[in-house]
T-cell receptor, first 112, second 115 residues
Framework: GQQLNQSPQSMFIQEGEDVSMNCTSSSIFNTWLWYKQDPGEGPVLLIALYKAGELTSNGRLTAQFGITRKDSFLNISASIPSDVGIYFCAGQFRGSNYKLTFGKGTLLTVNP | DTGVSQDPRHKITKRGQNVTFRCDPISEHNRLYWYRQTLGQGPEFLTYFQNEAQLEKSRLLSDRFSAERPKGSFSTLEIQRTEQGDSAMYLC?????????????FGSGTQLSVL
């Protein structure tokens, strides 16, 4: 099946630092989404991207849909302790009934 | 908007027992999905409904698994003769088709432990 390569696997940063993580795929996606998951909870949608080259912000979060349609990145600026969690990228192919393929996640730890 | 609701949140069962999970999607959403997530992995697609019709099933969904959405609203996922390998978080998600920028929203999941 399709796979997404998400990196880094984990990050340990100081409060106030900026963070960047990315996903790459061998296949073209039509939609990229970024989710955050806290322990024991379901993923919460952060940002959705629908067009190649699209750059979208949600507060301190910024994500971009790569122009090749095979990659996406997520930036978090001025991190705070509540940013701790696992961040997942997910891609969707057109015509796939919105079935998502997820990366393995990036575990973010923020040191106060 | 009450979000996607799943019940129970946690289920512990013995190997060989049957279990059933329930999902209530966001009220106006016509698409409903089940995903499974194991430790250290992202969610993996299991099956998908549009209204009451089950339109796609993953090969991960063995014949011990069955899902229904009888009236196009809530859905149930049943696992018969559970095995230890079924231990995972089972996630339900819903979306509204036909919108320009369709988004998938997840519930809090049901954590299954098979002893």
């Amino acid at each position: 099946g399709q796979q997404l390569n998400q990196s880094p696997q984990s990050m340990f940063i100081q409060e106030g630092e900026d963070v960047s993580m990315n996903c790459t795929s061998s296949s073209i996606f039509n939609t990229w989404l970024w989710y955050k998951q806290d322990p024991g909870e379901g993923p919460v949608l952060l940002i959705a991207l629908y067009k190649a080259g699209e750059l979208t912000s949600n507060g301190r979060l910024t994500a971009q849909f790569g122009i090749t349609r095979k990659d996406s990145f997520l930036n978090i600026s001025a991190s705070i302790p509540s940013d701790v969690g696992i961040y997942f990228c997910a891609g969707q192919f057109r015509g796939s009934n919105y079935k998502l393929t997820f990366g393995k996640g990036t575990l973010l730890t923020v040191n106060p | 908007d009450t979000g996607v609701s799943q019940d129970p949140r946690h289920k512990i069962t013995k190997r060989g027992q049957n279990v059933t999970f329930r999902c209530d999607p966001i009220s106006e959403h016509n698409r409903l999905y089940w995903y499974r997530q194991t430790l250290g992995q992202g969610p993996e697609f299991l099956t998908y409904f549009q209204n009451e019709a089950q339109l796609e099933k993953s090969r991960l969904l063995s014949d011990r698994f069955s899902a229904e959405r009888p009236k196009g609203s809530f859905s149930t996922l049943e696992i018969q003769r559970t095995e230890q390998g079924d231990s995972a978080m089972y996630l339900c998600a819903s979306s509204l088709s036909g919108t320009t920028n369709e988004k998938l929203f997840f519930g809090s999941g049901t954590q299954l432990s098979v002893l």
